[in-house]
């Protein structure tokens, strides 16, 4: 398998209101630079990341999708999810799937979920559940990170990583910790459920390189990576031979997605 790619080849406003996602760019039009996008939620909207996130999940038919950090993100993957539902439910529901088009985001901060959730319709709601967790200081294999304390039990195939804030983690370890403006995020939870996740997985860290290189040094597994500097993120493709027949069906499954994992 290689490693999946998305090119923004294409006009990201006619896309976005083509695929009735138009408050996306509505808000940036709304927008001088550098602006909040929200006075509760100040991050505005990144077209060409947003893109490439929709496109991930609908061209690699993605299925079950595990988010850290809520965001304009939650709304796109969401988005793309209930676009699967309707070309693929009859597809997925022959695979062992408990989460099929179901979207788990869990953030730090119970305010920036409240806002998450209420750029949703109804519809799309019915695809995502939000989870709360503090973020503490902890250690991995005796490396300083970070650690949710609490995790959504489901496996999934999709996983976006764009958290936490690295002022957010609570304690500090040996008197280091990230809340210092030299220090970058450093989540460790990928790492704690590896072993659990099947082969075919995709991972996409928004930015965060050095966490994404403290990840990729840690896996135990044989992961491919690559890093797309003119997005400043980091895709890992979980490359390895099936774990058996239902692992083997899904794998076939995504193969015949616009973009194939050959």
């Given at each position: 398998?290689?490693?999946p ?33 929200d006075?509760?939620f100040?991050?505005?909207p ?27 993100s ?6 793309a ?26 953030d ?9 959730r ?8 019915e ?7 503090p ?13 949710y ?22 304690g ?18 990928l790492?704690?459920i ?5 082969p ?63």
């Open positions: 398998m290689r490693t790619e998305i090119d923004v080849d294409t006009n990201l406003h006619e896309y976005f209101v083509r695929n009735r996602l138009s408050v996306v760019v509505e808000q940036l039009g709304e927008l001088a630079p550098g602006e909040a996008a006075a509760d100040p991050y505005q990144k077209l060409a990341d947003l893109y490439r996130l929709h496109r991930f999940i609908i061209e690699f038919r993605r299925t079950t999708v595990l988010e850290f950090g809520v965001g304009w939650t709304l796109v993957m969401a988005d999810l209930r676009k699967n539902f309707y070309d693929y439910n009859h597809q997925v529901s022959k695979l062992r799937r408990a989460n099929p088009f179901e979207l788990f985001a869990v730090g901060s119970e305010d920036f979920i409240e806002v998450a209420n750029r949703l319709s109804k519809e799309l709601r695809h995502v559940t939000f989870s709360h967790s973020v503490h200081m902890s250690e991995f294999n005796g490396r300083i990170c970070t650690r304390d609490n995790l959504p039990l489901v496996n999934p195939d999709f996983i976006y990583v764009d958290a936490p804030f690295q002022y957010e983690p609570f500090e370890v040996r008197g280091w910790s990230t809340h210092h403006r030299d220090i970058m995020p450093m989540m460790s939870d790492l704690h590896e072993h659990f996740l099947l075919g997985t995709i991972i996409v860290f928004d930015g965060r390189t050095a966490n994404a290189r403290f990840v990729s040094s840690n896996f135990q597994r044989n992961w491919t990576a690559f890093h797309e500097s003119e997005y400043d993120q980091t895709v890992m493709l979980l490359d390895e031979e099936p774990l058996g027949g239902h692992n083997e069906k899904q794998l076939e499954f995504y193969k015949y997605g616009k973009a194939r994992l050959p």
